[in-house]
């Protein structure tokens, strides 16, 4: 196979507005991707025919939507390689999928146990552990960042200790690109006793993940940018993890039995999925991924660092610009800073050319710090960004210069 990136924009109606009379040139996929025909018809067409709430109903209406809502854990299963679909819960998101994990993983927790996180952390991925700091009396542990993005293995390793309970990292950074080394990093944890949490927000997007042959014990990711709708994302959970964890919340669907004196809980996943679900997000969450699975992925991540590399060609020499992140084999994301301006400025001037970059921390706030910033503007590509939009953004940052000089 191969990858026809014109065929794959026309699948986005949004690709074809203009912004301040310029073509949207969107360069913000890391915080959340446009979404193809497919996902939106997928949901449309779900709200239209064959809408009920689901599990519970015994007529056709809410049995389609059943099968539909099954068929998209079956997708998320397919997607990550898990053993069996009962090992993948729906969530709002990878926010609340890392906050179940810490909250019924939690409980188990003593002061003194340690959690053992980095430098290079979205928040959430930080705060759910801080919440157990002020609550338990854990200790939390940071893997220091080295100066071209990368995390220090063997300042990790020496963390690692005989009260080490968890390791949660990210697998590619959401500032910098970087792709963590995850398989190596879950294989320490375990000799060391611990359990693992990967954040895969970023990295299912941009190349293959299989949880079973990276050993991961918890893998979260969120749908928004994975070409799908916001409010649903997955939680992975080894099977005999979750079953040893309890509910995180209450309410309807993760019930076994509820008397006046007691209450069971059914089996995961269903144990941690207390009320109504995101139905139609689920199934338009199962239809992108359906839509990747037509695509060559490979193909796709070459597409994707032939972008970012030709932004850093096109910039080669620009004494004026520094980029946040330089490690080698990152994914394409291109977070810079432009001398005498800040972040929120060049964004605002780029905008002006129909270009949309984030600015700001990237709620990467420890990493900034890191790097000795407050902030970084951050170009993020996706499937559907081409050269000629590569090459536009780095004139349109060279214009945006002459403001500053």
């Not at 913000?28 to 709200?47: E, L, N, Y």
Request: glycine letters at 8%; one cysteine or more.
């Amino acid at each position: 196979m191969s990858f026809d990136v014109s065929a794959a924009r026309a699948q986005f109606p949004i690709l074809s507005r203009e912004i301040h009379g310029k073509p949207l040139i969107y360069l913000d996929s890391a915080a959340s991707s446009q979404k193809p025909k497919a996902v939106i018809d997928a949901m449309s067409r779900a709200m239209e025919y064959s809408y009920a709430n689901v599990h519970r109903g015994l007529h056709t209406l809410a049995n389609e939507t059943t099968d539909a809502y099954e068929a998209a854990r079956e997708s998320v299963r397919r997607l990550l390689n898990a053993g069996e679909a009962s090992e993948i819960v729906f969530t709002k998101g990878a926010t609340e999928g890392i906050n179940l994990v810490a909250s019924s993983f939690g409980l188990s927790l003593k002061a003194g146990d340690e959690i053992v996180l980095s430098e290079m952390e979205h928040h959430a991925n930080i705060l759910p552990w801080h919440f157990l700091r002020e609550r338990s009396g854990i200790v939390l542990k940071f893997i220091p960042v080295t100066d071209d993005g990368r995390l220090d293995m063997d300042a990790f390793r020496a963390l690692l200790g005989p009260q080490t309970r968890m390791v949660a990292v990210g697998h590619m950074s959401n500032v910098t690109g970087t792709v963590n080394p995850v398989a190596e990093i879950i294989a320490a944890a375990h000799v060391a006793g611990a359990l693992t949490l990967i954040d895969g927000c970023q990295a299912v997007v941009h190349q293959k993940v299989d949880v079973r042959a990276l050993d991961a014990d918890f893998y979260v990711f969120s749908s928004h940018k994975l070409y799908g709708p916001t409010g649903i994302g997955a939680l992975y959970g080894k099977a005999e993890l979750l079953a040893r964890l309890p509910p995180y919340q209450g309410g309807g669907e993760m019930i076994g039995t509820v008397s006046l004196d007691e209450i069971t809980y059914a089996d995961p996943p269903h144990r941690f999925e207390a009320g109504t679900p995101a139905i139609l997000e689920a199934i338009g969450l199962g239809a992108a991924i359906t839509w990747l699975e037509g695509l060559d992925r490979e193909a796709i991540t070459a597409h994707e660092h032939a972008l970012y590399d030709r932004v850093k060609t096109g910039l080669n020499g620009a004494n004026w610009l520094t980029e946040i992140g330089t490690a080698p084999g990152k994914g394409a994301i291109f977070s810079f800073n432009m001398a005498g301006a800040h972040a929120h400025d060049v964004a605002q001037i780029l905008d002006r050319y129909g270009i949309a970059v984030r600015a700001g921390t990237h709620c990467a706030e420890p990493l900034m710090r890191r790097f000795g910033v407050t902030s970084t503007a951050r170009a993020s590509f996706g499937l559907y960004n081409t050269l000629a939009e590569a090459d536009a953004f780095v004139e349109a940052l060279t214009k945006t210069r002459t403001f500053f000089s």
